[in-house]
């Protein structure tokens, strides 16, 4: 899998990196999910005590980097922007990545115009109306009906504002969707990959036409939703 060095980092987001700078680095990751191989960011101290004891390297503020354990660390003057920069960085580092053909389980029906990107997987008895895209890197449990019109893992709206450019610096997104079994989505909805994790729908989920779900939402079990809701990034719903 590709990488990329703690030192190699912090001189394309324009930090400062302390510790092992010859550390390889596979991903960017969620806070409380950071790995020994993963960096994450601490936008402010009310992460710190969310912060992975595994955590290979952490995008931070001089007054955080005090205050934390892990002492691979990328020092910056606004954590937020440093991760909007670095998550460009292993966005082109995934595009790398071997990319493979769908795999769609048996019974699938797919109407006109239909888009699967690469690394989708597809369950059984799957119906997929005309003129539905779904993204790269998807996944679809089975007995799943997708109406016409609807886009599944879309980027989310995420970015950073850089003071010093004046201009908003985009936040690549790194997740993915996953929709669970025996789920059903309306026409014309929309719904964003992770940021950094992924977005979830879990079994027997119903969306109503025109809705919007963000990126790191989780929705539970058996959740029912009504035409023309939007709900917001990182929202958690929980069952029935």
Same mark, same amino acid.
């Given at each position: 899998? *590709? &990488?990329? &060095?703690?030192?190699?980092?912090?001189?394309?987001? +324009?930090?400062?990196?302390?510790?092992? &700078? +010859?550390?390889?680095?596979? !991903?960017?990751?969620?806070? $409380?999910?950071?790995?020994?191989?993963?960096?994450? #960011?601490?936008?402010?101290?009310?992460?710190?005590?969310?912060?992975?004891?595994?955590?290979?390297?952490?995008?931070?503020? *001089?007054?955080?980097?005090?205050?934390?354990?892990?002492?691979? $660390?990328?020092?910056?003057?606004? *954590? !937020? %922007? =440093?991760?909007?920069?670095?998550?460009? %960085?292993?966005?082109?580092?995934?595009?790398? !990545?071997?990319? &493979?053909? *769908?795999?769609?389980?048996?019974? #699938?029906?797919?109407?006109?115009?239909?888009?699967?990107?690469?690394?989708?997987?597809?369950?059984?008895?799957?119906?997929?109306?005309?003129?539905?895209?779904?993204?790269?890197?998807?996944?679809?449990?089975?007995?799943?009906?997708?109406?016409?019109?609807?886009?599944?893992?879309?980027?989310? #709206?995420?970015?950073?504002?850089?003071?010093? %450019? +004046?201009?908003?610096?985009?936040? !690549?997104?790194? =997740?993915?969707?996953?929709?669970?079994?025996?789920?059903?989505?309306?026409?014309?909805?929309?719904?964003?990959?992770?940021?950094? =994790?992924?977005?979830? %729908?879990?079994? =027997?989920?119903?969306? +109503?036409? $025109?809705?919007?779900?963000?990126?790191?939402?989780?929705?539970?079990?058996?959740?029912?939703?009504?035409? $023309?809701?939007?709900?917001?990034?990182?929202?958690?719903?929980?069952?029935?």
């Amino acid at each position: 899998m *590709p &990488t990329l &060095t703690l030192r190699d980092i912090a001189s394309s987001i +324009d930090g400062e990196a302390k510790g092992n &700078t +010859d550390l390889t680095i596979s !991903y960017l990751s969620e806070v $409380q999910r950071c790995n020994n191989d993963q960096i994450c #960011f601490i936008k402010d101290e009310s992460f710190i005590s969310k912060l992975s004891e595994d955590a290979g390297a952490v995008i931070l503020s *001089p007054e955080i980097a005090k205050k934390v354990k892990i002492k691979n $660390q990328i020092i910056v003057d606004d *954590p !937020y %922007l =440093g991760y909007a920069k670095a998550s460009k %960085l292993f966005f082109e580092l995934s595009q790398s !990545y071997e990319k &493979t053909k *769908p795999e769609i389980g048996k019974n #699938f029906i797919s109407g006109e115009n239909v888009s699967i990107g690469h690394n989708c997987e597809i369950g059984k008895n799957v119906k997929i109306h005309d003129n539905v895209s779904i993204y790269p890197n998807t996944k679809i449990g089975d007995d799943v009906e997708i109406h016409s019109g609807s886009v599944i893992g879309s980027d989310g #709206f995420g970015f950073a504002k850089d003071k010093n %450019l +004046d201009k908003w610096i985009k936040i !690549y997104q790194l =997740g993915s969707t996953i929709i669970g079994n025996d789920v059903e989505i309306g026409a014309n909805c929309t719904i964003d990959r992770g940021a950094i =994790g992924n977005t979830h %729908l879990a079994n =027997g989920v119903k969306l +109503d036409n $025109q809705i919007h779900i963000a990126h790191n939402v989780i929705i539970g079990k058996n959740t029912a939703i009504a035409a $023309q809701t939007a709900i917001a990034g990182s929202t958690k719903i929980g069952d029935n």
